[in-house]
């Protein structure tokens, strides 16, 4: 959307929104600008208007739909790729996209980017076809010496599962202390990826998302920084849980929760 300053309008003339976890919205566009649609993208599980976790059905609908009318299902994999499952959002849900976005994480947290997809696609971007595309990063043997590292330490054995274990113990704790202070909160995770919301939820889309009292999450982070925590600073982030992360800094976290969801 051109939303902000420096983004004009013609930049995003080409680009229609549909609501998150809506098929019928998606179908409609698509019968209303038959054989013009070129491409879908999305992320397969929201990062960028909190964490959001899409029904399967919505994510199977559009890659049916996709095919059904010669479109391209793209994933924008920058937050869950190798996060929620070493194959990313499309190994957890089952669903192949066309196109994949991977962000610094395949550079181990360094400055790269890289996106892939079927062959015939692939096969258009230079020097095999005619798309031309460089970067000054492209390939970097730094980036690309961590990335591989990175991705040899998820291979070892039980590291999704320590993930999945430290992250469902910080998201209920959250939510429990929330509540327990008498606000209203909802919250989830798949794996080291995780979100919550100051509203009573549930949270589909970003129009309930935009529901959450972003006043109270101001204070309760605020809260949470002064007793040395630093979670994402806005209502409309998801959290990543690290592998080194420890049981210690959860109970810590979750205890600096509890006397800030008391304070505000």
Known sequence: LPDSPGVPSGATSGTICAKYNDLDSVKQIFEAHKGEIAGLILEPVVGNSGFIVPDKAFLEGLRDLCTENGALLVFDEVMTGFRIAYGGAQEHWGITPDLTTMGKVIGGGLPVGAYGGKREIMETVAPAGP?????????????????????????????????????????????????????????????????????????????????????????????????????????????FMSCAHTEEDIDATIAAAKEVFASI
């Open 131 to 239: 798309m031309y595309q460089a970067g000054t990063l492209s390939g970097n043997p730094l980036a690309m010496t961590a990335g591989i590292e990175t991705l040899k330490a998820l291979k070892k054995p039980g590291m999704y599962e320590k993930l999945d274990k430290l992250t469902n113990k910080l998201i209920t704790g959250i939510l429990a202390a929330g509540k327990e202070a008498g606000h209203d909160v909802c919250g989830g995770y798949i794996s080291g990826m995780f979100g919550f919301f100051f509203c009573e939820g549930p949270v589909k889309s970003f129009e309930d998302a935009a529901k959450s009292d972003t006043a109270k999450f101001a204070k309760w982070h605020r809260g949470m920084l002064e007793k040395g925590i630093y979670l994402a600073p806005s209502q409309y982030e998801a959290g």
